[in-house]
């Protein structure tokens, strides 16, 4: 099993700014968005997504 580390994702759901934790292995921009993808349907419009390590 990979080494995963806590993230706090932050970014614009259909021009509404959220944030969401996750458990991620790189901390990469599209491996949040995959993430965000995961948790909204497929209508959502996601945008300005900027990941840092959680405290």
Do not use: C, W
């Not at 991620?24 to 300005?48: F, M, Q, R, W, Y």
């Amino acid at each position: 099993m990979a080494q995963t580390t806590k993230y706090v994702i932050k970014y614009k759901l259909n021009g509404e700014r959220r944030f969401e934790f996750a458990q991620l292995e790189h901390g990469t921009a599209e491996e949040a968005k995959a993430a965000l993808d995961a948790i909204h349907g497929p209508d959502d419009v996601i945008s300005e997504i900027s990941v840092s390590k959680a405290l």
